[in-house]
């Protein structure tokens, strides 16, 4: 199944369906200096729709700001699209369609039909968000905001200036 005819109403019905995680006991795997643990996510209305989500974080000393945790639609023939994606402060993102850079900020991912129709990655365009600053706090935006039951996030405490 090719994604080129997914449109913005079918991802923003796919980020809102109700989620739960299957697997919260999921164990960390480590790799070229990233820790990262992987879990299956099955649609609580319906077994059709099924998701993986994933976190990650380098772990290399003073390498804390590079971290990643996102969220995957696992189509029925078993081709993946990333929905969504939280990063962390640590490269300048380019929005390529909109000839920007973000600067060295988090940064929200988000799928946009734009996109896949310009044959640029799915989830390309990114938005500036003060919202998290940790791994922990992307991944309790991410729960909550794409509607994930079965693991629990601890939002980042407000920074003071």
């Not at 772990?59 to 993946?80: H, I, Q, Y």
């Amino acid at each position: 199944m090719a994604f080129e005819s997914i449109t913005d109403n079918k991802i923003a019905e796919l980020l809102s369906l109700p989620k739960k995680v299957s697997n919260p006991k999921a164990r960390a795997k480590n790799k070229d200096g990233h820790e990262q643990y992987n879990y299956n996510i099955i649609c609580t209305g319906s077994e059709q729709y099924l998701f993986e989500l994933y976190t990650r974080q380098n772990k290399r000393d003073g390498m804390e700001d590079d971290f990643s945790c996102g969220l995957n639609w696992v189509a029925p023939n078993r081709e993946t699209l990333m929905l969504c994606r939280y990063n962390g402060p640590n490269h300048n993102h380019p929005n390529r369609l909109e000839n920007e850079k973000l600067g060295y900020v988090c940064h929200i991912h988000k799928t946009s039909e734009k996109y896949i129709q310009a044959n640029l990655k799915p989830e390309g365009h990114a938005s500036a968000s003060n919202k998290y600053y940790t791994l922990h706090g992307a991944l309790f935006c991410l729960i909550n905001e794409c509607n994930i039951t079965g693991i629990t996030a601890e939002p980042d405490e407000p920074k003071l200036l």
